[in-house]
């Protein structure tokens, strides 16, 4: 459809585009597995695809341990899972941006979306998958202990706590799911509620009550979460009513307090619920904008599945692809506007793929040339690691001429780990004409990374 779009006020026409510039066919905002599986699939059908990588580059996947209910995967690190939706994505000619869409400008199309670093970006279509926030309960040892017993994902999770006893807190419906999840797995499960009743459904409330191995228990608050290098062992609990202290032995602490999802920046644009989900029109991903289209947590508030989102990111990048053949985006016009050099090109990373040293021969080798080597040591295991790897990859591309990059996944190469005592991933060594001028021991973002690179090599 050319001119205006069905059910909007706003026009809709090619003619619109000609003298704009940083245009984006697809501005994906977000990058866990809805961003990146409608990356995939967006690249694919040929559009000029941007993905906005946004303030957790990843998502909340990089935080979890292992995924077993991937389907296709037994048991893979969620890192590498959403590495390798993202390498697909690239393959297929995906940009990413390591920047934070700050705003979106719904008014007129194409639409303009602003980011932290300052660009301006005019997209034809807009894929909301900015994800949602796990709340917290913000007590001692929650952040010590998660991802080492603490969780917020009892399906990810449960068959690691198999006949143990864990708590769970929370008293709606997504504690009520994770308690009789849980149950089919541990020993016992103790569900803390801190008012006297719970604000689960009643049929909730039924299952529960017929778990036999699922303990409900009111007026409690969680205090503190204990353990040791192991884990966690207990959880100190004070009654609200008597404040009496307890404590509760347990393995695991899954927090099922609510999520939030992260739609503020299109809050006022595009319609929501009071929840603060987007809302999907017509069993689409179209919201109330045509052209703005939203997939995973932050329109999902039933299934939040790392694969269910990646399905709802498809099926996003269906929809734009839709709207913009109805909107008149023929290859035609795109061309055009390449050549008219119309397309965003500043501060993308072209696909760098950093080469991989694994004994200690090579390591010897690279780092002995001429000029700086950058050698990145980081392990599939490591959130902050994967976090910092666009970052890494950014640079390859940006000092492509001044820096040879490598990385060493340390499981791989345990000889030369072990020989260069690597004490923690990420660890990165630099040289200069094979001798070492600089240790950076902790992940850095991307504009802090840069600037130790810029004074490096200065
Ligand atoms: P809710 O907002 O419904 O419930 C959150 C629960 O966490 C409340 O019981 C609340 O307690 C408690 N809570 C909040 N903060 C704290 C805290 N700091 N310490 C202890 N407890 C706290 O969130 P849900 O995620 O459970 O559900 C969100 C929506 O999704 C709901 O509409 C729900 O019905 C729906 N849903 C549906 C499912 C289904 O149909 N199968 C499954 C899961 C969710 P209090 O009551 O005291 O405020």
Not at 168 to 178: F, K, L, M, N, T
Not at 217 to 246: F, P, W
Not at 330 to 342: F, I, P, W
Not at 345 to 360: D, F, L, W, Y
Request: aromatic letters at 8%; glycine letters at 10%.
């Amino acid at each position: 459809m050319r001119g205006q779009h069905k059910g909007s006020e706003l026009a809709y026409t090619v003619d619109q585009l000609k003298n704009k510039k940083n245009l984006v066919d697809v501005a994906i905002v977000g990058s866990g597995p809805a961003g990146w599986s409608s990356a995939v699939y967006a690249a694919r059908f040929g559009y000029y695809t941007l993905v906005l990588a946004g303030p957790v580059p990843g998502g909340q996947l990089t935080k979890t341990s292992f995924i077993e209910n991937w389907p296709g995967e037994h048991k893979i690190k969620g890192s590498l899972l959403v590495h390798n939706i993202a390498e697909q994505a690239r393959m297929f000619g995906a940009n990413v941006l390591q920047d934070t869409v700050t705003k979106i400008d719904t008014s007129a199309w194409p639409f303009e979306l602003t980011t932290e670093q300052g660009h301006v970006i005019h997209a034809q279509s807009v894929i909301i998958a900015t994800g949602a926030t796990p709340r917290r309960l913000g007590i001692p040892g929650e952040q010590e202990y998660w991802g080492n017993g603490v969780s917020t994902c009892a399906v990810c999770d449960a068959p690691f706590f198999k006949d143990k006893v864990v708590v769970v807190a929370g008293g709606g419906d997504s504690a009520a799911e994770e308690a009789m999840q849980l149950a089919a797995h541990v020993k016992q499960v103790i569900l803390v509620v801190r008012k006297s009743q719970m604000r689960a459904s009643h049929i909730m409330r039924q299952h529960l009550e017929k778990t036999s191995n699922i303990t409900v228990r009111y007026n409690l608050e969680i205090e503190r979460v204990v353990g040791d290098e192991q884990g966690v062992t207990a959880v100190e609990l004070r009654n609200n009513k008597t404040h009496e202290l307890s404590e509760q032995q347990c393995s695991g602490v899954f927090i099922a307090i609510g999520h939030d999802p992260n739609s503020e920046l299109v809050k006022g644009k595009v319609d929501l619920l009071p929840s603060g989900h987007i809302i999907c029109y017509d069993g689409t991903r179209q919201t109330s904008v045509p052209g703005i289209f939203a997939a995973g947590d932050v329109e999902d508030h039933r299934y939040r599945q790392a694969g269910s989102g990646a399905g709802r990111g498809i099926e996003a990048a269906i929809d734009a692809d839709r709207f913009l053949r109805e909107v008149g985006l023929t290859q035609e016009v795109r061309q055009n506007m390449t050549k008219q050099g119309g397309y965003f090109e500043q501060g993308v990373t072209a696909h760098v793929e950093i080469p991989e040293i694994k004994t200690p021969e090579e390591f010897t080798e690279k780092t002995g040339s001429a000029g700086f080597t950058l050698v990145d040591f980081f392990s599939y295991d490591c959130g902050p690691c994967m976090t910092m790897m666009p970052a890494m990859e950014a640079a390859a591309a940006k000092y492509t001429r001044q820096i040879n990059f490598y990385k060493v996944d340390v499981v791989k190469a345990p000889e030369l780990v072990m020989k260069l005592q690597v004490p923690h991933v990420p660890y990165v060594l630099i040289y200069k004409d094979g001798v070492r001028v600089a240790i950076l021991n902790r992940a850095l973002g991307r504009a802090e990374l840069f600037e130790q690179l810029e004074q490096i090599i200065k």
